[in-house]
């Protein structure tokens, strides 16, 4: 998993959204998101799915591409 292309695409994907708008719908804290789009953590298997759902693509789209 490379973690810069996650942090690339998830910031791609969030788009002209706040995090703070994309972390409460999904249910994570701001932080979190952060540390996601920054490359500095990888999302535990269930936030990935909630973080796929809520932008409507697949989890292999955000994670495994």
Same mark, same amino acid.
């Given at each position: 998993m490379n973690k810069e292309k996650i942090a690339q695409t998830l910031i791609h994907l969030r788009g002209d959204r706040s995090r703070e708008e994309v972390a409460k719908s999904i249910g994570i /804290?701001? /932080?979190?998101?952060?540390?996601?789009?920054?490359?500095?953590?990888?999302?535990?298997?269930?936030?990935?799915?909630?973080?796929?759902?809520?932008?409507?693509? /697949?989890?292999?789209?955000?994670?495994? /591409?």
């Open positions: /804290s701001v /932080s979190a998101l952060q540390m996601y789009e920054n490359g500095q953590r990888i999302p535990k298997d269930e936030i990935k799915i909630k973080i796929a759902q809520y932008y409507g693509v /697949s989890i292999e789209t955000i994670f495994f /591409s």
